[in-house]
């Protein structure tokens, strides 16, 4: 009785996991059918992107002049910082490294290295010199402007108690007033920097430097001007510069008595007398001359 008794119940189990079988499988598949037109829905939808930004459409190599052609605006799900979301700010713009196509542009993109540097011409320096206001033609200089450098010092010792007034330097280019640079091209910037820029066109009246394009020979004596004295910078016209760009001689390249050599320089200033020349004696010996320094 009791075997057939355990038949009877392993027999129901047996049923009834099939049974519990079945409909698990039913539910399972009422659930697979819920959630496939929800996944399509899902799909076909938009997403919300937090903003379109300016992504290049080729490879871009250093020097290119941009194009609307080589961009195009892309949404992106995540907000970047210092980018462009118009084309028209940096259409004509020249990008001063290399792009690869589909970076997103941004204002680094148009940053030059060593700004001053490539400013420079050969055979001068770069020298800045202390301005305000008044030092500085009011405030209103800008760079690419060329300026005469006055020195003028009060009477004392070292001038012989006389007060100077001499210009020692002519048509210096102004290469940086205050934070602005000269720049052949246009400063790109995004509409929040563009706010800053004209917050900042009065800076020029609270300048306190000019950095100045000299020639070589000419630092030593600009700056023994700056510590032995005041400077003043003359701003020099368009139509004086216009004559020296036509080659036509004017007074900013004639020698006049304005301008002294630097000897006599030297002595007005410091009231030093700078060291003789050393005296040379010509050896001629046949079609050959030497020079031979004499010893003092």
Request: proline share 4%; aromatic share 6%; net charge negative.
């Amino acid at each position: 009785m009791q075997a057939r008794t355990l038949k009877i119940i392993a027999a129901l189990l047996i049923i009834s996991a099939l049974f519990m079988g079945i409909i698990g499988y039913k539910i399972s598949q009422q659930e697979i059918k819920r959630v496939e037109p929800a996944t399509a829905t899902s799909t076909s939808s938009d997403y919300v992107y937090a903003q379109k930004l300016l992504v290049t459409t080729r490879t871009l190599a250093r020097g290119d002049t941009l194009t609307a052609e080589d961009l195009t605006l892309t949404p992106f799900p995540i907000k970047v910082d210092d980018s462009f979301n118009r084309i028209g700010d940096v259409v004509g713009k020249t990008v001063e490294f290399d792009i690869a196509k589909g970076d997103v542009l941004r204002p680094s993109h148009f940053e030059k290295q060593s700004t001053l540097t490539q400013l420079i011409e050969p055979g001068h320096r770069a020298l800045a010199v202390k301005v305000d206001e008044v030092v500085g033609t009011g405030g209103f200089l800008k760079p690419g402007d060329h300026v005469d450098v006055i020195f003028s010092a009060r009477a004392s010792k070292e001038t012989y108690d006389k007060s100077l007034s001499r210009r020692i330097l002519r048509n210096v280019k102004v290469l940086a007033f205050g934070e602005e640079v000269e720049s052949e091209r246009p400063e790109v910037t995004t509409p929040e920097e563009k706010k800053n820029q004209r917050s900042g066109r009065e800076d020029g009246k609270k300048s306190r430097s000019a950095v100045l394009q000299v020639s070589e020979k000419d630092v030593n004596k600009l700056i023994l001007a700056e510590e032995r004295g005041e400077l003043r910078l003359v701003a020099v016209g368009e139509a004086d510069l216009a004559h020296l760009d036509n080659g036509q001689s004017d007074e900013l390249t004639s020698d006049d008595a304005n301008i002294e050599d630097d000897a006599t320089f030297i002595k007005a200033v410091t009231g030093l007398t700078p060291p003789p020349r050393p005296k040379s004696v010509y050896v001629y010996n046949g079609d050959k001359v030497e020079t031979v320094r004499v010893p003092k």
